[in-house]
């Protein structure tokens, strides 16, 4: 019953972001108006250039969902808004947080794009950014498996596949050589309650130490990865 209940949600979420990649709301025309030109963002092809994690700095307790994706001219628009809940107020910290885009149709997987992010913020104002992606050149990835990508030259996006309510957390990431990282994920609480779906999970990292574009990821605790390594591509 569990294995129906997993393929079932798994379907969900696939077309969900489907549905969200292939959304036709307006993007923003130009920088400006009432956006703030402000916006840094990161980006990272994910899954063999299926995917793209955008990377956007802000509250830990809000952290942004996809309200909109449309293709213009040939390049990316995308819309994030801040997620808050109804009586919770944002966490007054400032971290690196990861939001999963699909590829849109009339977007070649890992093609090189331009990518322009507006971003709704929880306290209600609108920031605006813009990066781009080179083509991606990495290995090809299996459907629902890990994989990650660099950001810049010293923090990647690291995909994990699992319940929507209990992404996994970063406690540490170490380059014990220059070729490889060591992640530590935090362990979960022994009677952590997660759903029982199959989303895409994104984890921003960042590295401590020299290391090379070719590294490679192992992973320890937190139970959120296998055995082996990621190439981080």
Avoid at 24 to 48: F, I, K, R
Avoid at 81 to 105: F, H, I, M, N, W
Wanted: hydrophobic residues 40%.
């Amino acid at each position: 019953m569990r294995r129906r209940s997993v393929a079932a949600f798994t379907a969900l979420a696939l077309a969900a972001l489907a549905l969200t990649a292939c959304s036709t709301n307006d993007g923003p025309d130009a920088p400006g108006g009432s956006a703030d030109d402000g916006l840094d963002v990161g980006a990272a092809w994910l899954a063999a250039g299926t995917l793209i994690a955008l990377v956007t700095d802000g509250s830990s307790s809000c952290r942004p969902f996809v309200d909109g994706v449309v293709v213009d001219g040939g390049i990316l628009v995308v819309t994030l808004k801040e997620s808050t809940g109804e009586e919770r107020a944002c966490t007054d910290d400032l971290v690196q947080r990861g939001t999963v885009v699909g590829v849109p149709d009339g977007i070649t997987p890992g093609t090189g794009i331009d990518i322009q992010v507006t971003l709704d913020g929880a306290a209600g104002e609108t920031s605006f950014g813009e990066t781009s992606l080179p083509d991606y050149t990495g290995r090809a990835v299996d459907e629902y498996t890990p994989s990650a990508g660099w950001v810049d030259a010293d923090t990647f996006a690291l995909l994990t596949w699992g319940s929507s309510s209990c992404a996994p957390q970063v406690e540490s990431a170490t380059a014990t050589a220059p070729d490889s990282v060591e992640v530590t994920f935090v362990q979960p609480p022994a009677d952590q309650v997660c759903t029982m779906d199959m989303a895409p999970q994104v984890a921003v990292v960042t590295v401590e130490g020299d290391v090379s574009p070719d590294a490679t990821i192992s992973v320890a605790g937190g139970g959120a990865l296998p055995g082996g390594s990621i190439p981080i591509d």
